[in-house]
């Protein structure tokens, strides 16, 4: 049986989708879920749809029972994570999980970004448990820019913090696609995958692809972290997502987010979905 946690979710959902699509029996996958009417069509499917709180070990006992292979995918409340995330892995270490894969960040080890302390906890955490494990340390997300175009489509100006620093991101397709590959393959245990894009682009670059396919003049403005901070502020994001974001262009800057490992490419066996492909299925909306 294989479990994926957070199945609602985008990477989740995706996920789930990737198993399909490889010859894996619906009722041998396992959807565990906050709220288990929003995975309704994955039940119509014959998924096994059972709930799961990270906040509540019961569930989790529940929803991890035979299972063999988990996929655990990081949780969204910033702050909270690590006490989520040990309470799934001892919850699989009852149940025997025979692997536990782990959607970290690029560069976790050696990240500076705030963003990758709670990646970094959860992975010594996994490591404490003896369970064997594979971590996926994903890069960017491509969404994370070409779902919000629409400020530098009527600016003319990107604006960041990023600097000259390369970003090695893929879709969340490719990830979902590489953490399925895994989950249904061999001799994963006790590797760590550096996941990112085949090709790694600065934020200049992103304008270029969006000022050739708009046929606009689309600039890269490169900010400092507090000013960026700020105007993300001004745009409405909430101020400590807003410092997060603008942290983590600091560390594109360094280059915490960039990779040529190939880790990506070789488990999904095929290309990454490239920038200009993004962008053009982006703007075609």
Request: hydrophobic share 45%.
């Amino acid at each position: 049986m294989i479990t994926i946690t957070g199945a609602t979710g985008r990477l989740g959902r995706l996920t789930v989708e990737a198993l399909l699509e490889r010859g894996v029996p619906a009722d041998r996958i396992v959807a565990a879920v906050r709220t288990p009417d929003k995975a309704a069509d994955l039940a119509e499917r014959g998924v096994q749809v059972r709930r799961a709180d990270y906040d509540e070990p019961k569930t989790l006992a529940a929803a991890l029972a035979g299972t063999t292979r988990l996929l655990l995918v990081s949780g969204s409340e910033v702050g909270r994570r690590v006490p989520q995330h040990r309470n799934v892995v001892e919850a699989a270490a009852a149940a025997n999980v025979e692997l536990i894969a782990y959607t970290g960040i690029l560069n976790c080890d050696t990240s500076k970004m705030v963003l990758a302390e709670e990646h970094k906890a959860t992975e010594a955490v996994i490591r404490e448990s003896g369970l064997p494990h594979v971590f996926l340390r994903n890069g960017w997300y491509l969404e994370n820019y070409t779902e919000n175009l629409a400020p530098a489509l009527e600016s003319g100006t990107l604006i960041g913090a990023a600097g000259d620093g390369r970003i090695a991101a893929a879709t969340r397709a490719d990830y979902a696609a590489a953490a399925a590959a895994v989950l249904t393959g061999d001799g994963h245990a006790g590797k760590t995958y550096e996941l990112g894009g085949d090709t790694p682009f600065t934020m200049a670059e992103l304008a270029a692809e969006l000022s050739r396919q708009t046929g606009r003049d689309i600039a890269y403005r490169n900010m400092s972290e507090e000013e960026y901070a700020k105007a993300l502020v001004a745009a409405g994001v909430p101020e400590p997502y807003a410092k997060t974001l603008a942290d983590s262009d600091t560390g594109i800057a360094r280059g915490d987010l960039t990779t040529g490992s190939g880790h990506l490419r070789a488990l999904i066996g095929r290309p990454t979905t490239a920038l200009a492909d993004a962008v053009a299925a982006a703007l075609k909306g």
